[in-house]
């Protein structure tokens, strides 16, 4: 299956699991990597659910060589700065 923008919106729907953490669902991109967009727009939405009153001024994210494994899941965990 190709990735489609109902599959990237349900990936944006974070489930808190303790403070400053957060779960979704993995967007099915058809290939066995989780794409690097999605990973990003769940670091912005967790950010802004996380502090409604803050805005995102900048977004870093380490990238492995290899593209990530697929799981079904990814967690995401805020360090205020």
Do not use: C
Request: aromatic fraction near 4%; glycine fraction near 8%; charge should be positive.
């Amino acid at each position: 299956m190709a990735l489609t923008i109902d599959g990237l919106l349900k990936a944006l729907e974070l489930e808190p699991t303790g403070e400053g953490s957060y779960r979704a669902e993995n967007a099915d991109t058809g290939h066995a990597v989780v794409f690097g967009g999605q990973l990003l727009a769940q670091s912005v939405v967790a950010g802004l659910t996380h502090a409604p009153d803050k805005r995102v001024e900048r977004v870093d994210r380490p990238w492995a060589r290899r593209p990530l494994a697929w799981r079904a899941a990814t967690s995401l965990r805020l360090v205020p700065q």
